[in-house]
């Protein structure tokens, strides 16, 4: 059985892109987390972590891309798992703001 995830191991760092910044001015916030965590368990550490009230919890898996490094040196990027979070109308995270 899998030990249970700390709140705060839950949430690895906030993805900061374009397309992140766009949805923050939405009340949608983008964070990679921890790839055995669910949708409760990131709920829960947001709600947490930030004192904010969650609406709903979008996840993702990404697979790792094929890169290369010189001549030989083919490898693949580490999968990794991200979540949308919404929050309730008025609320923010201040982590991204002025970013």
Known sequence: MAKALN???????PVITERS????E????VFQIHR???????KAAV??????????VNTMNLKGKPKRAGRRGHFITHPWKKAVVTL???????IFEGV
Do not use: C, H, M, W
């Open 88 to 94: 309730a109308s008025g609320q923010k995270i201040d």
């Open 7 to 13: 709140p705060y191991d839950i949430l690895r760092r």
């Open 47 to 56: 709600e947490k972590a930030f004192g904010v009230q969650v609406l709903d």
């Open 36 to 42: 055995a965590a669910n949708k409760a368990q990131v």
């Open 26 to 29: 939405r009340g949608k916030y």
């Open 21 to 24: 910044t766009y949805l923050a």
